[in-house]
């Protein structure tokens, strides 16, 4: 019964170049959740997807960030023109959802943008 | 807005003794959760204790305790027989009741063990 599964683990970009992080939910869950994280901080909520819907994007920065988890496929986290400060670990996490506030977490990608 | 402190950014234990790591947090609701997260050295996030606000009794899983004190908005962790495997980064995080999986983190809290 695999985990939250997300790849690439480390992501090198140059600055300007897209990053695009992907996530796929454990097994029976359909609800996505993406949080950052900034060095020496604790993680921050970015978005919350269910299936072809975004919830709530209410931490997403308003330019360059999208989120979307398709009806099949994992969800994606796409970042274009990429700066230095979007150097991070981006952590995703699911849920079954309908009240259930289980939450497991992935292990994380470290963008690094050059 | 909610937001969560945790005030001792590192903290060290001897093997085998006890450590309390401090958390509060702030609020104006009345139901919410109340978790403790540790993130080992691989960045996994691992879930080591809830409490539901509306609970008085402290949350328990095995060497792991809280103290939640609702009225002063304080939630500590409390790790007794401290193992080398417990050293990690531990964040405190906060959820709304009705909110999903929203959660307020807070800074962290290194924890050092010393063989």
């Known amino acids: ?114 | 807005a909610q937001t969560v402190t945790q005030s001792q950014p590192e903290m060290s234990v001897q093997e085998a003794e006890t450590v309390t790591l401090s958390c509060t947090y702030d609020t104006s609701e009345s139901d919410y959760y109340l978790f403790w997260y540790k993130q080992p050295p691989s960045r996994q996030m691992i879930l080591v204790i809830r409490q539901e606000a509306y609970k008085q009794q402290n949350a328990t899983e095995n060497r792991f305790s809280v103290n939640f004190q609702k009225a002063a908005k304080s939630f500590s962790l409390k790790i007794s027989d401290s193992q080398l495997g417990d050293a990690a980064m531990y964040f405190c995080a906060y959820r709304r009741w009705d909110n999903f999986n929203k959660f307020y983190f807070g800074s962290g809290t290194k924890l050092n063990v010393k063989p």
């Open chain 1, 1 to 114: 019964n695999a985990g939250v599964m997300q790849n690439p683990r480390h992501l090198v970009r140059r600055r300007g170049q897209e990053a695009r992080l992907r996530c796929s939910p454990m097994k029976g869950h359909s609800h996505v959740y993406w949080y950052r994280q900034l060095p020496e901080e604790g993680l921050k909520f970015m978005v919350y997807l269910q299936k072809e819907n975004i919830i709530d994007e209410s931490g997403m920065p308003k330019e360059r960030f999208s989120a979307e988890f398709p009806k099949e496929g994992p969800s994606i986290l796409r970042i274009q023109q990429v700066v230095r400060g979007d150097s991070a670990a981006y952590f995703c996490a699911s849920s079954r959802g309908g009240g259930d506030e289980k939450l497991f977490f992935g292990s994380g990608t470290q963008l690094s943008v050059l």
